[in-house]
């Protein structure tokens, strides 16, 4: 059999594909130990504004991303009157763990919440200004069919009409400086349904939620239309 000749070019390109993908298969073997923790609270935001209005949800306010080694996470709120803050650490079946904290309203007006989270043995800190405010409305006009609910929703954010199911089609209209968000209708069995400007309610609607977004401030105001049950 008839041999090759390598030259010492071609040696040199192959020695040097050889090293590289050692170096390659060192680096996917073992991904965390070149590689700095990432900052825990990089993504947590710096202020948030909160309106007064429909809950929308339940839970953490700021999720950390997931860790392996020694993770803690303290809260504290500087105005504990205007809101409390939980502080928690969760972790999964391969015992990575993340944490997360949960603000809690007393008041309305001005708190700081201060995050620490502590990572293999180095700790980071993060400050976040929570505002409070009232309910303001953000609807200039919203009909369901032929009925008009502004007015009661100048004075609420939660108008109960009466015990029937909410029918016809949703038409609505925001005052300056606001932006629309979502709106959803639930029915008695309990399902959701994403309504456009103009769209028909679906049958045995007896809520309809609308969120609304404040766009000097960033503050998220839901209001809802319900029928008594």
Not at 2 to 24: D, F, M, P, Q, S
């Amino acid at each position: 059999m008839k041999k090759t000749k390598i030259t010492k070019g071609e040696k040199r390109r192959w020695i040097g594909r050889v090293i590289g993908a050692v170096l390659l298969a060192s680096v996917i073997i073992l991904p965390g130990k070149a590689m700095a923790a990432v900052n825990p609270l990089a993504e947590m935001p710096d202020k948030v504004v909160s309106y007064e209005g429909v809950v929308l949800g339940k839970g953490c306010d700021y999720f950390t991303p997931f860790y392996k080694g020694k993770f803690s996470i303290k809260a504290v709120s500087s105005n504990p009157k205007v809101a409390s803050v939980k502080a928690y650490v969760f972790k999964d079946k391969s015992s990575k763990k993340f944490g997360g904290y949960e603000v809690l309203k007393k008041n309305y007006g001005i708190t700081k919440i201060k995050v620490t989270v502590k990572l293999g043995g180095k700790s980071y800190k993060k400050t976040c200004k929570y505002t409070f405010k009232r309910y303001v409305s953000p609807i200039k006009s919203l009909k369901v069919g032929k009925k008009e609910y502004r007015n009661q929703l100048e004075k609420d954010y939660s108008v109960k009409d009466g015990g029937n199911y909410l029918k016809g089609k949703v038409r609505l209209k925001l005052k300056s400086g606001y932006k629309f968000i979502s709106a959803t209708a639930y029915t008695d069995s309990f399902k959701s349904t994403a309504i456009t400007n103009g769209k028909k309610l679906p049958g045995k609607t007896t809520r309809l939620v609308v969120v609304t977004k404040n766009k000097k401030d960033g503050g998220v105001i839901a209001l809802e239309i319900s029928k008594v049950i």
